[in-house]
């Protein structure tokens, strides 16, 4: 199925498409097929915390309405505003540089997935714009398979991790690399003694704090679509294209991602408990297009949008680049 | 008032304190005060969000109860077990670096205030276990002041940005510095030319990821309870002490921050929405104790707990520490 959190004339639900051009309510599409005392989830967190059973009963209810075709409002997407996907995930965790593209440019690097974490307030869903301001410094699209999160996991062995995915969907990872290179440390941190705890030992370190970078407000674009699991054969081998301002500027697939789905939520999971509705995106999959434009040639303070991301089996994503013009040219502390 | 979420007799409830040894949960408080229809917040979150409407009318409950100490059953504190105050916050930005005694230990740093993202999920309460596994390496304590949002907030300037403020508690920003030096790449970042965005350039930078070290389960103790802001003269002025396993290992204050509360929200509004129950953890404060001591001898790996950590104005919250005897040494990714 292809789920969405969506507004049609004023009100919120979850839609599931029906057809290219349409999609029905999941209410509707629950009265009709199992009358008014049917439990219906009010959101998309809702419906994943119900697990297995919630999507087993909503596609009953597709089904119903596909053999019904009259007894539940069509309605069409031309005409609805979309949501993320999962509006208020619990957490997202997006994985570093997983690309391997990246790798020939690192000097250092861990052996194991490195991530950090977005926050959900700075989700928004396909058509809704992507708002930039001056004092951001450069901002770049990176395109990411998201991983939708089904069932509570801890400590879940790659070789079963996959059964714990409710879907996956579309994310554009934006990031701001002024912001980056703005938040960087070198300092002299300070570490226990292993030999003798009651003394410390110096080492100098650099840091540095992605939240403003990656969780600035419409930094994460969602959707449209969560595809269940069951309609996409292999994740680790899916195209991906990105294109700014009609041009295209990536051209990749998941297959190039260091770390497969299952090692990545596998390895979070031995660290962070993973429950319904959490969003694990994979990395950006930014290989040069064949016109040799690249996702870092595309600042949103130079190039005006739109930005759209296409994954196979996932759908597109599209959404305006407004840039703010505000009368302040720079955050201020007082 | 002294807010608290908590189970007693195996249900939770929001309880708010009536004297040093007894809370009331607010539901029964409330009906008594109101009537069986006055509408009761299900959970913080859901009192936060009725804004300075919802805590006025749990003002009026609460003197209510004061007046009529029949009318009301009082919990023993010593029988109630402790939720975070704030079970499930949309976010939890962390300021980096902002107490003055790590000034002299930069080499180099930002301007202004950094910070991370801890996930909700890594919450636990007062008296709950922090749980340590040998593959995370060493683990310390950070005694911090935490800010709760109690009004949405996007652009607040300092001098208005105390009013937003729905209360205060005390955070146990567990880091797990082991891990933070796991986590570190060193690379070619890849900018676009500012003056032809067809072109790029590299620049050797030093990223690191905090999700792992900031954000691993039970890696955040918030509690014991949400003090509401009228009770705190001054949070740039209260006493924070730590101790681990009895030992004191941090004697400081909030007046050593180098950003004020109001600054650090006001800052971190200018790119991300604060929303009611969110969290603010101002950074720790870590002047050594008397006895020379330090939070950075103190490695969960080594020493015992438990850990406290003491606010003026806002409590003390203690815990054991737990170090997990698992048969697997390290992560996996197979």
């Given amino acids: 199925m292809k789920l969405a959190s969506i507004s049609y004339k004023g009100t919120d639900c979850i839609a599931v498409a029906i057809d290219d051009e349409h999609v029905i309510n999941i209410k509707d599409a ?5 009358g008014s005392d049917a439990e219906i989830p009010v959101d998309m967190n809702h419906l994943l915390q119900q697990g297995q059973t919630g999507i087993t009963k909503l596609s009953s209810a597709l089904d119903f309405a596909l053999a019904n075709p009259t007894a539940v409002m069509h309605i ?13 995930p619990g957490k997202i965790c997006g994985v570093a540089m997983n690309n391997s593209a990246s790798n020939s440019r690192k ?20 058509e809704e714009a992507i708002t930039i301001r001056s004092y951001y410094g450069s901002v770049h699209p990176e395109p990411e398979l998201a991983i939708v ?13 996959m059964e714990y995915i409710a879907g996956y969907s579309v994310m554009n990872d934006i990031t701001g690399n ?16 292993e030999d003798d705890p009651d003394k410390t030992r110096r080492v ?61 939520i596998s390895f979070i999971s031995q660290f962070h408990t993973l429950h ?16 040799r434009k690249s996702i870092h040639n595309a600042n949103f303070q130079q190039v005006s949008g739109p930005v759209s991301v296409t994954i196979e089996g996932l759908g597109t994503q599209e959404n305006p680049v407004v840039v703010e013009n505000r009368t302040i040219g720079k955050w201020r502390l007082s």
């Avoid at 629950?30 to 199992?34: G, H, K, S, T, V």
């Avoid at 002024?178 to 003694?193: K, S, T, V």
Wanted: glycine fraction near 6%.
């Fill in 276 to 291: 319904p509705g959490d969003i694990v995106s994979c990395g950006t999959a930014f290989k040069a297009s064949a016109n």
């Fill in 204 to 264: 100098e370190q650099h840091l540095s704090y992605a939240a403003r970078y990656k969780g600035t407000d419409t930094f994460g674009v969602l959707g449209p679509w969560l595809v269940t699991r069951d309609e996409i054969n292999d994740p680790d081998d899916l195209s991906v294209e990105c294109k700014v301002g009609g041009e295209v500027v990536a051209e990749d697939s998941t297959r190039y991602y260091n770390y497969k789905v299952a090692e990545l």
């Fill in 149 to 161: 999160i089904g069932t509570t996991m801890r400590d879940v062995d790659a070789a079963n991790a």
């Fill in 76 to 88: 069409p997407i031309a005409d609805v505003s979309w949501h993320a996907p999962v509006r208020k």
């Fill in 107 to 126: 000097i250092s690097a861990p052996d194991h997935p490195a991530f950090f974490l977005k926050p959900a307030s700075c989700l928004i869903g396909h």
């Fill in 178 to 193: 002024g912001m980056r290179a703005e938040d960087l440390f070198q300092y002299w941190a300070i570490y226990a003694d």
């Fill in 30 to 34: 629950m009265i009709a097929a199992f």
